[in-house]
């Protein structure tokens, strides 16, 4: 058994962390043994690794914010759960694994699918869907402009936008990301620059743009702001970039666009149970049903963690990495 674990943390987060010997206690009443079946590596968590995210585990800690598992052995007093059984992984346990004990009753009952595709369901499908309702009550019809359209996030948002009759306008940095990005069921991809409210403007026909989703910051931010119609809503909800947004004052003044921030743990700590199950009932079952899925770039295996931030941690990749212990 092994774990994925870090002492430190540094800018360059492959550095920090090593596939190490995995020891587990005896189950105790109520617990059952997983063994993890895939656990993806998201942005968080590679900023996690380098200090940089909004909240850190204590150190050592193990990596790994979500997952997705097979039931390998029942502790005393557990009759919930069967042996077999795939299950959702709580939420921040260090799912970097090969295998780890968790109380039964925090896990989550899945569905027989692809267990890839749902190790991904805790972090950016919420995201995604949440980002499309939580700011802008749109109608179907109306537009919606992202960056990052080629990220994890910008997959699940394409999709769930096309699902609930909303048109997208997808940014990307680089023109070798669009054919991907257009085979996601993408409306219109345009790579960034500083000319990209006017191609927006263009490739609508002046249609009204309410809601932009900014992964990126910097000067993108800006491009984004200026793509939207009078009274439109920006929300950023990462730094790929690793600058802070910048926005022309002409945005803010002329304009009334405004800028909001989003964060999913700030949500799943103020939102109440029925709208967790609410968000994650639909979510399960487009995942299971293949009605909703993201690209796969590489998996890798515990013992390959430096390799697979590494990747991660690349900006030019088609998918996400995922650790799939062997």
């Not at 190790?119 to 537009?143: H, I, K, R």
């Not at 263009?202 to 249609?207: F, P, R, V």
Request: overall charge neutral; some cysteine.
């Amino acid at each position: 058994m092994l774990k994925a674990e870090y002492q430190r943390r540094g800018p360059v987060p492959q550095e920090v962390i090593e596939a190490v010997e995995l020891q587990l206690p005896a189950l105790a009443p109520g617990q059952v043994r997983v063994k993890v079946l895939a656990a993806p590596i998201n942005p968080s968590d590679v900023l996690t690794l380098t200090g940089e995210y909004g909240m850190l585990p204590p150190l050592p800690a193990i990596g790994g914010n979500e997952g997705v598992g097979r039931v390998e052995e029942l502790g005393p007093e557990v009759s919930q759960l069967k042996i077999g059984q795939t299950v959702l992984l709580p939420i921040g346990c260090g799912t970097w694994v090969t295998h780890l004990n968790v109380e039964a009753k925090k896990l989550i009952a899945l569905p027989d699918a692809d267990p890839q595709q749902l190790a991904m369901m805790t972090v950016n499908p919420p995201t995604a869907s949440l980002l499309l309702s939580e700011f802008v009550d749109l109608q179907p019809g109306d537009w919606v402009i992202q960056n990052a359209a080629n990220s994890g996030v910008g997959s699940y948002l394409i999709q769930l936008a096309k699902l609930r009759g909303f048109k997208t306008l997808n940014v990307v940095r680089r023109e070798s990301a669009v054919a991907a990005v257009k085979a996601e069921g993408a409306d219109v991809v345009l790579v960034d620059g500083p000319d990209l409210p006017k191609r927006v403007r263009e490739a609508t026909g002046g249609a009204a743009v309410r809601l932009g989703i900014d992964a990126v910051g910097g000067v993108a931010t800006d491009h984004l702001a200026g793509s939207l119609s009078e009274g439109g809503v920006l929300v950023n909800y990462g730094m790929m970039s690793r600058e802070p947004c910048q926005v022309s004052p002409a945005s803010f003044v002329f304009r009334d666009v405004s800028l909001r921030g989003f964060w999913l743990a700030k949500w799943f700590r103020v939102s109440t149970p029925a709208q967790q199950v609410k968000v994650f009932a639909e979510l399960t079952q487009l995942i299971a049903s293949g009605k909703l899925k993201t690209r796969v770039a590489a998996t890798y295996d515990v013992s390959q963690i430096k390799e697979a931030v590494a990747a991660a941690a690349r900006g030019e990749r088609d998918g996400k990495i995922l650790i799939v212990p062997k």
